[in-house]
Nanobody, 119 residues
């Protein structure tokens, strides 16, 4: 059994910063792609950023330049540093990871963490 445990969400004023963390735990052979998605009220879940095991990153246009994704492969953890936050960044943020536990890669989701940016 594999779990993704997220932390770091909260309430922040516009212009502020938050850092999200997501640690994968359980039977893990390897992790390929890790990433963050978000879902605002009344909207579909959308990609925020992804990072491969070798460090190649991909960002949604809306967060380029003010969010940074990183990972620590030794700790099976992915981070999202969010700077210059705007009210439109308010959403539930979900961690995602493609994890190999011995047979094949399976896609896992975290439980979500709320980020609220006040104006």
């Amino acid at each position: 059994q594999v779990q993704l445990v997220e932390s770091g969400g909260g309430l922040v004023q516009a212009g502020g910063s938050l850092r999200l963390s997501c640690a994968a735990a359980g039977r893990i052979v390897s992790i390929h792609l890790m990433g963050w998605y978000r879902q605002a009220p009344g909207k579909q879940r959308e990609l925020v950023a992804t990072i491969t095991s070798s460090g190649t990153t991909n960002y949604a246009d809306s967060v380029k330049g003010h969010f940074t994704i990183s990972r620590d492969n030794a700790k099976n953890t992915v981070y999202l540093q969010m700077n210059s936050l705007k009210p439109e960044d308010t959403a539930v943020y979900y961690c995602n990871a493609n994890i190999h536990s011995g047979s094949n890669y399976v896609n896992y989701w975290g439980q979500g963490t709320q980020v609220t940016v006040s104006s």
